[in-house]
């Protein structure tokens, strides 16, 4: 088939008419008004000749005329990916030969420029694509514009968003004049703007309309001619929202605040990943007289923190204990949903979250004794932790008699039971991250953040720190290796190192004691370093090409280490002379912190040794039902639950269709580069209604994390797994975790959109004494690999020399 007239069209034909045209069909098929047209379809494109019989057929019966035409790829119009203005359109064509022209140029644009950097961006393969063309009777506007059924700046949902103009809606789509923009909501406002009052009735009416049968919040294009009629011209999902909150039974509105950041992981977690951590975080604040319920959005992990803010005794200082792990994003959004009178105490000040200071006489108990325990002795406190560890190293793996499925399925729902080694290793953490943390208020007007970011770099005992090094210590021994660790992909490497076919560098050594680390190492649902070491690879090449030996990671953590005891001495005798008691505290907490802080890693690195067990433990079921034939391949089992797995096993019903929905999901939810740091259940995101900081010179600001100030060409990563990263470059990330430290070794400093003081990352580059600003927005978009950047780590702010990506790029 190679013409089909749009009335003809239905949602199921995307791969014979593409995204728009199924789109148009669609809502024909609804009864919605929609310029007459044809459809040259993907069939006619993969033979490569315009089918000019059929064509001029159809065009004839639209009657006189011009029409507009229009690209209809398969791959747009989708869910996650719109291609809006990627492919061309022609408007006001006349005559066979305009048409027969103007169609060749659509199908040239599939190839264009534009429309092959947004299929890489998104990672949709080029040979697959299809170009249809849609044909259509021209409108001619009084006004024109689009309508968005969810407000795209905000996320908010029960708000919707118009931009009109007078003339063809083009002005608008192009963003090449003024347009009116409008808010449609429940406030009734006056008539102003090319749009009356009883027209953006209209609009809204049909917003709600085509929501309603979409499913999905909608991005709409439409025009009204000189008889007052309303044509749609388009309707496509809105691919820029993020997902919003699941529906609650509890009263509205409710805070999500997400916690993945602190674990420096903003990508989704697997929903057998999501199904065991929203249990262990649970469980965790718990223990720590917290009550907070994890939510799944867009798989992410968002807690939901709406009863602490209306607790009039939780409400006090929350915002101050969000600043140890999460950061100065999130106290912000705090502090602007506390002033919303939404969110006001509840009436009578009931209680229903639960916070540290209400915790459980018990609970209150054991912290109190863990953390004096551990400061009055820190060296007895690291003995327990890390014989703690130790056991539970050993405890972790499966006995041997694990043989059927059925087996291995209760030892892994087993592994949810709580640990008496808890307390060991958690309270000198806490310990640690108090006496780091306290410090700074003590020593105010006297000693300035920087100055107490260098007394607590170059840390011991932090297990992160250790394992880089251990692979640097690796990269100096390869020896005549050294070229072809150089120039062989790290996949390469990876690939023949699991196949036995390396020469012998220690590797399997180093993975023995680190392989159950990896980037996102508290999903389940993510391979270890032991399962796939390129990661570890790529590092060690990237530590190849570091030809200073002053600029060897060994010798940039001894001098920060020298630097923070030098420093400590100072401040410690300049705070006993101008706060005597303030300053004597202070300093005990300092040097409590160097021998604590550093254990801020070993809680995660005990954690990753069960998690690891029952990963290999899911991964052995994966492979029985994958050869059952109940899962498409053995790893499949990570897109499912410990229940569903259950099911699976047990009653043998087929959930191959719910794992490829939530493969294709995952996968849309990869490419996304920016995630809420918190969320209103209308689907607000927080930070988009806070008053924007600038300025005003270019310069970025953000939180300083470590003291130093470097200029140097920033590195822009997304993937630390295949990353090249020279010596001397700026580490450009969206976040960090303890997967990423290794490019840490060869930066010359790093910046990242999220994180808190205490985090992963900002803490192991304090250890080498590199600047660290964190919190910079849009840091990953705003800098571009390759550009000139100053990074202050002392007054927290980043200078780009030289043009912004945009700007070099040539777009507006």
């Known amino acids: 088939m190679h013409v089909i007239a749009l009335s003809e069209v239905t949602a199921t034909m995307t791969a014979l008419v593409g995204g728009k045209a199924a789109g148009l069909g669609e809502l024909i098929r609804h009864g919605e008004r929609v310029p007459d047209g044809f459809c040259v379809t993907t069939e006619a494109h993969r033979l490569g000749v315009v089918p000019t019989a059929q064509v001029v057929a159809a065009y004839q019966r639209l009657g006189p005329g011009p029409v507009a035409v229009r690209s209809s790829a398969t791959a747009e119009d989708l869910p996650d990916a719109s291609f809006a203005g990627q492919q061309d359109t022609v408007l006001d064509v006349t005559g066979t030969a305009e048409l027969i022209a103007a ?92 749009l009356t009052s009883t027209q953006l009735a209209r609009l809204r009416a049909t917003g709600e309309r085509l929501q309603a049968h979409f499913g999905c919040p909608q991005d709409v294009e439409w025009a009204i001619d000189a008889d007052g009629a309303l044509w749609l011209l388009q309707s496509r999902p809105i691919t820029s929202l993020f997902p919003a909150p699941p529906l609650s039974e509890k009263p509205l509105p409710r805070v999500y605040l997400e916690f993945g950041h602190v674990q420096g992981m903003l990508q989704p977690v697997t929903p057998m990943g999501m199904s065991t951590l929203r249990t262990q975080i649970t469980a965790m604040l718990a223990a720590l007289g917290v009550r907070v319920e ?47 009178p939404r969110f006001a105490p509840s009436s009578g000040g009931t209680r229903r979250g639960g916070a540290p200071g209400a915790a459980p006489l018990r609970t209150a108990r054991r912290a109190v004794v863990g953390i004096l325990r551990a400061l009055a002795r820190p060296e007895a406190a690291r003995t327990r932790m890390f014989e703690a560890i130790e056991q ?47 410090p700074t208020a003590l020593l105010k007007g006297v000693a300035g953040p920087d100055e107490i970011h260098t007394v607590l770099g170059g840390m011991p005992h932090n297990v992160t720190i250790e394992m880089d090094l251990a692979l640097w210590r690796l990269a100096q021994g390869v020896g005549e290796h050294r070229q072809l660790l150089l120039d062989t992909p790290p996949a390469e490497l990876a690939a ?10 220690g590797m ?31 590092a060690v090449a990237n530590y190849l090409r570091v030809t200073d030996p002053q600029q060897g990671p060994d010798q940039r953590f001894q001098r920060a280490a020298s630097a923070a005891e030098t420093a400590l001495e100072e401040l410690a005798t300049q705070a006993r002379r101008r706060r005597p008691v303030r300053g004597r505290i202070a300093c005990f907490l300092l040097r409590r912190a160097r021998s604590l802080a550093g254990l801020r890693e070993a ?26 034939g109940s899962l498409d391949q053995p790893d499949d089992i990570m897109f499912l639950t410990l229940d569903e797995v259950h099911t699976v096993v047990h009653q043998g019903v087929d959930l191959r269709g719910t794992v490829a ?97 205490m985090a992963h990352g900002p803490t192991v580059a304090r250890e080498y004494g590199i600047p660290a600003v964190i919190c910079v927005p849009d840091a990953t978009r705003t800098i571009t690999t390759g550009q000139l950047v100053t990074v202050d780590g002392g007054a927290g702010t980043v200078t780009p020399h030289g043009p912004s990506a945009p700007e070099r790029e040539g777009r507006p």
Not at 146 to 154: D, G, I, M, R
Not at 513 to 537: C, N, Q
């Open 392 to 438: 539970l190293r050993v405890s972790g793996a499966a006995p041997a008699d694990l043989r059927t499925t059925a087996d291995r399925l209760r030892f892994v729902q087993a592994q949810d039971d709580a640990d008496d080694r808890a307390d060991a290793i958690m309270w000198p953490i806490v310990a640690g991250m108090l006496a780091a943390a306290l």
């Open 661 to 757: 929905a939530r493969r294709a999901v995952h996968r849309r939810e990869m490419r996304r580069r920016t995630v809420p740091v918190a969320l209103l259940s209308d689907g607000t995101d927080v930070e988009t209604v806070l008053p924007a900081a600038s300025t005003g010179d270019g310069t970025l600001a953000g939180v300083g994390a470590s003291a130093g100030r470097v200029t140097g060409p920033a590195r822009v990563v997304h993937d630390p797994g295949s990353a090249h990263v020279e010596p001397g470059e700026v580490l450009v990330a969206a976040t960090t975790d303890p997967g990423w430290t290794p490019l840490f070794l060869t930066a010359a400093a790093l910046v990242t959109e999220t994180g808190a003081i």
């Open 496 to 505: 023949r190192h699991l196949r036995g076919m390396l020469p012998d560098i």
């Open 103 to 194: 169609i060749e140029k659509c199908w040239a644009s599939l190839h264009g420029d534009r429309a092959t950097a947004y299929r890489d961006a998104r990672g949709i393969d080029h040979q697959t694509v299809r170009m249809a063309v849609v044909v259509q009777r021209m409108v001619t506007p009084t006004v024109a514009g689009v309508l968005f059924t969810a407000n795209p700046l905000t996320g908010r949902r029960d708000e919707m968003a118009v931009d009109a103009a007078a003339g063809l809606g083009t002005t608008v789509v192009d963003g090449a004049a003024a347009v009116d923009h409008y808010i449609l909501d429940d406030v009734t406002r006056t008539e102003s703007g090319c």
């Open 508 to 538: 399997a050594a180093f993975l023995d004691v680190y392989g159950h680390r990896g980037v996102a190492e508290v999903d389940l649902g993510v391979p270890r370093w032991a399962e796939d070491p390129t990661p570890v690879f790529a």
């Open 294 to 340: 994890i939510v799944d959005i867009g798989g992410r992990l968002y807690g939901d923190l709406t009863d602490l803010a209306r607790d009039r005794s939780s409400r006090k200082r929350l915002v101050k204990l969000l600043a140890v792990d999460f950061g100065p994003r999130a106290q912000a959004v705090m502090q602007h949903v506390l002033a919303d």
């Open 603 to 628: 809680g995660k690195f005990a954690g990753l040794y069960p998690l690891r067990e029952t990963r290999r433990q899911l991964l052995l079921i994966g492979v029985d039902l994958h050869a059952r």
